[in-house]
């Protein structure tokens, strides 16, 4: 069984992609690639038994036909939108409030964020992977920042090339956390690229999601879901993973 994680990114300078191998009593993280295009992550991901990617699947429900109705000329009066509350349900999906409702983060807004040139890549290579399940597809929507806290492992201030110390600690806290699985020489680059780092964490999303071990939305929220998508946060420690 594979898993594969994709750290997506409107570059493919900054897209990351691991292959996690299971076996019985573990698993071994076989591939990892920075700097990916739509071609590398099709070819990485051929074969996988379940897929996360870390990029919103969809728009707001009422962001889309917001924007329709405003393309149109028949947008209605009276919608006070100088109240940002008014604004919120534009700004964010069901999943983005009930990640931020269960404190597990808060998601940057794919309507009102650089995220959605992010989306914009996501929604193509959906479309070339021949996912159109946003919920339980082949591909998931994985939040590494979640999936850490979930964890208790370190869920933020480790990006950038200023928190390289804090991204090498982060990565032996997982060594610790999960020592079944063997990372190699992948440590190496996941201690020094917070990409490489999250794609991993994303292939171990996409293993929660394939036992059925992450978060699902509600029988009210599953059809706005379908087509907003829906983030996947596991609701098992990292040894239940095997």
Partial sequence: MRTVGVDLSASPVKTAVACVDWHAGGAAL?????????????????????IGIDSPFG???????????????????????????????LALRRTDLQIVESGLGRPLSVSADQIAHVAFRCAGLLA????????????????????LKRWGLTSRG???????????????ALGTAAPWLELGDHAETMARDDDAFDAVITALIARAAQLGRTTSPTAADRPVAAREGWIHVPTVGLAELI
């Avoid at 591939?31 to 990485?44: K, N, P, Q, Y």
């Avoid at 082949?138 to 920042?145: F, I, K, L």
């Fill in 59 to 89: 728009w707001p429900e009422e962001f889309v036909g917001f924007v329709v109705a405003h393309h149109h000329n028949e947008l209605g009066t009276g919608r006070e939108l100088d109240d940002i509350a008014r604004r919120r349900p």
């Fill in 30 to 50: 076989t591939e990892l690639v920075v700097g990916a295009d739509d071609e590398v992550i099709r070819r990485l991901a051929e074969g996988a038994t379940r």
């Fill in 158 to 172: 480790y990006k950038r090339a200023a928190n390289a110390p804090v991204l090498a600690e982060l990565v032996e």
């Fill in 128 to 147: 070339d992977l021949g996912v159109d399940d946003r919920v339980d597809g082949w591909a998931v929507e994985a939040y590494p920042a979640g999936a």
